[in-house]
């Protein structure tokens, strides 16, 4: 069996001896070709072109970016295997995989061997595919604003402080507390400060913390959205415990300050000004009109 492994060289975990024992520990069980990215969005062109020259799998040495863009590059032509080299990998967590390296590679090569995989339907944001989650407005600008100011000299992500740090200083500032989104989906029309599709839980991680901002989000169905109709300073506090900790606003009585739609098709928003957007942790630019709906062909993950 012959795999292609897309390296991202610049990856949070991945130096050359990472790569080699990743390729070592894979080559027990397959033939593996090794190729790395030297440019944004190229994972996907490489992953288009090995599934045409006949690899019967992706491996992604790389981070949850690296990752969206092969799910972009490819249908569910092959099976997809993730190994996590991004400081967060939310989506090989997601599916289960150890966060070690060596041993997720060794997981990889027995699912290689034994054909174990999980289909996922994915999520897709103005067309652009994605595996866990995608915003418009608060969760989008964090994205950009470590992207842009936060990365070392080797373009390397840095922690999750970092993103935590830039979240509390946009909240501190009372950006994104005004409802400015039109959001309509299922019949419904509402004001909402900002979105966050999730099409599987957890949303993210803090360190080993799993976020679960969207308990009910499982692969199978459509997409939870929660949408904070404000998102005062004053509310901060209150909208974390109910976000994270007892999850009141995804339960049946809800929460007044906070939209939760469970296991929709399709949503479509009209911002009332550009605002940042975001798929797996990948900034998208700014958008106005945009329609999150499900792509049920979806994607094939090794487990």
Excluded at 137 to 146: I, P, T, Y
Excluded at 247 to 259: L, T
């Amino acid at each position: 069996m012959r795999v292609l492994m897309i390296v991202n060289p610049v990856a949070s975990r991945i130096n050359s001896a990472v790569e080699r024992t990743a390729q070592r520990e894979l080559e027990d069980s397959v033939t593996v070709e090794v190729v790395r990215t030297t440019r944004p969005l190229e994972a996907a062109e490489l992953a288009h072109k090995g599934v045409d020259e006949g690899f019967e799998a992706i491996i992604v040495l790389g981070g949850d970016g690296t990752a969206n863009e092969v799910l972009n590059g490819i249908g569910a032509e092959v099976p997809i295997g993730l190994l996590p080299g991004g400081g967060t990998s939310v989506m090989a967590r997601n599916l289960g995989l150890p966060p070690s390296i060596p041993a997720a590679a060794r997981r990889l090569g027995v699912a290689l061997r034994e054909g174990t995989e999980r289909h996922v339907r994915v999520g897709r944001i103005n067309g652009r595919r994605f595996a866990f989650n995608a915003g418009v407005g608060l969760d989008a600008e964090v994205v950009r604003r470590v992207d842009g100011r936060e990365r070392t000299a080797k373009r390397r992500r840095p922690p999750d402080v970092a993103f935590a740090r830039e979240l509390l200083k946009l909240v501190a500032r009372g950006s994104f507390s005004h409802p400015h989104i039109m959001l309509h989906t299922g019949g419904q029309t509402e004001r909402v400060a900002f979105v966050i599709a999730v099409n599987l839980a957890p949303w993210s991680y803090i360190g080993t913390l799993p976020l679960d901002l969207a308990p009910n989000a499982t692969a199978d169905g459509g997409l939870d959205i929660v949408a904070p109709r404000r998102m005062y300073r004053r509310d901060v506090a209150g909208f974390a415990q109910r976000l994270l900790v007892d999850h009141r606003h995804a339960r049946g009585s809800g929460d007044p300050r906070v939209g939760y739609w469970h296991d929709v098709s399709t949503v479509e928003l009209r911002c009332d000004f550009p605002f940042p957007a975001q798929a797996d942790g990948d900034d998208l630019g700014d958008v106005m009109d945009v329609l999150i709906d499900v792509d049920r062909a979806g994607a094939r993950y090794l487990i």
